[in-house]
């Protein structure tokens, strides 16, 4: 009788791992190949980050507190030395914002016009000089964007895909408005996401720490600096 | 002197006028063409509306308090009698979640796999028979998606401009998770989105509020049945 | 037995209204709003269009006897006073050519890595001058693109749906290569297309004949300039 | 002097190194890996491959002579053997076709319409049954699509990038048509292409020959069958 519940029960063990296939459980990976990897840096642009943008003190509590900037830096310089390609995604409009639905209900294109920010070329909309590469990084720098996501109209989906690139993981500006909507399309097409939580800050505070809390981890693996880069093995030089 | 203040003022207002083009301002429409509108219904699902799923009980203070099933029911039939589309989205995978990637961090896909849910066919993923199209009624009925956005692999996006759609309302499952995401990116698509906050429910309830307050607004205008239904002209007949 | 036999084909002739729908039979559209009309114009580039291009001198004979070049900035002229949407899509890529596969089985943009083509900012990338707008035009120029289909990475399906447009005219280089395959992709996302015969011209002349006799006609309208410009309904001052 | 003229030519050698990255030179590759592969089969369904079918006599000659169809069930297999993914993409509309645009100039749509062809569940949409994976396989079919390209609508571009695939082969119906559409829009999507020109049939033959030999190659390696299978490595049991 024992035997023969021994026997169901170890048939029951060979059934679900048939069921689970070759992968026997459905365990992330604990490791990434640096080949297969990037790093999808949002916003990075004065008007977070320089001390004379428009959004700059709202973040500047955070900055002081837990070292953000200084520290996405750091990331951003042992994650190009490990091989990981680094892709800067930002937000940009024309002069006279031409390619926007100024009737949309939703409000993000109307503001950012009733405001005339994020004028390509402008002051305010300049790239983050302490993230720009060096001479001999191979970073990608996408043409700017009029979506949320980091994905919206940049080719980043095709390019990343035709470089064999599965892992992205995500930082930037703001965890809950166009970060949160990177992690997410990022999972709806495919890769293995990787949600960067101390190279990113919220616009709304408290609600970014109940989404990353509650709805990240659907998407993502939440995950500090440390921890993440020292997932990723380096690419063969 | 009262003569140069007004010449000024007469030309700030021209100046303005030609920045803001033949819209004068960004102001959005007040009322929709019903054969330019379609409603998203996202995963009404016996998971979620069905007394014996899983999901139920968590629903079932909003559903008592506040009608939503019922509410839902009747804004659909008023729409259909309107002209606007119907569209139905859901949730579904094969029988052993070939089409998933069993080791992805993000722990979505991994959930369902590990509780065996929302196979295609099965008695949780039916759908709410309430909101069942009657004979004449032309809903659409998309396949099952793996995607959290409404959009994702159901080819909706390319099906609403072939019929001339550019107004989506979205209700559904849930505030926080599933509508959020298609919210997001429909107005990524470029859609004018109406987020019907009493056709949803989140499954967060708190966090979902304050997505509701804080984030909806910039992709969507949030707005109760009976304000919505009011704003459709009915297509004609 | 008359009777039966008229009452026969009557009922006939209704099922097949009803089942037809509203718009009563499959029938195209005579003319076109401008508002909701954009012409798309493809790698109109020295390469091309500048004698000192790579390819201009295949193209030349083309050139010389249909007079294309000087009838498309007429067909363009034209478009922009009725008040159709001019929209300009390139090609281009980084100057080391990062963001390409340079292992992917294809030859296209392996041909343009050995032969350090189409770099952005280069004199065989520059646009042709003949077709830029006036300061009071509201062209748009879209970022350089390395994609085949003018869809490809450059958010163009996302913007036009933002405004409205639903009918796209395509013309440029070449009729077997990109423009195919913008007309190709456009019907696929549910555009209704017109194939500007005379604004295109073809990489392999006589296999592109076969294909605007053959296959263009099953996404697009294939036609001439004249008849579609009278197509267009200006748009309201 | 000769001392001058090796270190000049070492000079050469290491820039033209370093201006092709690791990979030395933009050569493809000359095995797949059976995990990172998948073949694409389009649309064998009963109108082609059935005698009954619409176009069977169309296709009756290809048939005979190149035994495409008895040749293509043997490569299924083995590729099926060694670890490549098969899926299967099918054309279908609804009993009513309410999901097109019947007024779209493009003919393709409007002649399955008029033609009342093509329904999901219809005979002639039936699959090739020769093709229908055994109990063991793990094939994927995808729902009906609308529209040309494979990967139309299906969310197949999201699933293969999910399950990590970045070489696609694509053979089916027809080589000028819906063939030609997956592989220029594969290219497009930045995968690794082959096509399987035996396992693929064209509508108009002459015409397909011509699209083989001049822009099948610039978006794919065109390939027969015994070389195609001999370069696919495995996966590991």
């Given at each position: 009788m024992n035997a023969m519940r021994t026997l169901a029960a170890l048939c029951a063990v060979l059934w679900a791992a048939a069921a689970f296939g070759q992968s026997g459980e459905p365990t992330p990976p604990k490791t990434l190949k640096a080949a297969e990897t990037a790093i999808i840096l949002v916003d990075f642009q004065a008007n977070f980050v320089h001390p004379e943008g428009t959004w700059y003190n709202?973040?500047?509590?955070?900055?002081?507190?837990?070292?953000?900037?200084?520290?996405?830096?750091?990331?951003?310089?042992?994650?190009?030395?490990?091989?990981?390609?680094?892709?800067?995604?930002?937000?940009?409009?024309?002069?006279?914002?031409?390619?926007?639905?100024?009737?949309?209900?939703?409000?993000?294109?109307?503001?950012?016009?009733?405001?005339?920010?994020?004028?390509?070329?402008?002051?305010?909309?300049?790239?983050?000089?302490?993230?720009?590469?060096?001479?001999?990084?191979?970073?990608?720098?996408?043409p700017p964007r009029v979506q949320v996501s980091g994905f919206g109209g940049t080719g980043l989906n095709e390019i990343l895909r035709s470089k064999g690139i599965r892992n992205v993981a995500v930082g930037g500006f703001t965890t809950?408005?166009?970060?949160?909507?990177?992690?997410?399309?990022?999972?709806d097409y495919g890769y293995r996401v990787y949600a960067l939580k101390e190279a990113m800050t919220g616009f709304y505070q408290e609600m970014s720490e109940e989404m990353l809390k509650n709805v990240y981890p659907f998407w993502s693996y939440v995950v500090g600096n440390d921890e993440w880069i020292k997932m990723v093995e380096p690419a063969p030089q």
């Open positions: 709202r973040f500047k509590p955070v900055y002081d507190k837990t070292k953000m900037l200084d520290r996405t830096v750091e990331l951003v310089k042992a994650a190009r030395a490990k091989g990981v390609w680094v892709i800067h995604v930002t937000e940009g409009y024309s002069q006279d914002y031409r390619e926007l639905d100024w009737t949309n209900p939703g409000a993000f294109h109307r503001n950012q016009i009733l405001r005339k920010a994020w004028k390509v070329g402008s002051k305010e909309a300049a790239y983050f000089d302490r993230l720009q590469p060096g001479p001999n990084d191979r970073d990608l720098f996408l809950d408005v166009c970060v949160y909507a990177t992690v997410l399309s990022a999972y």
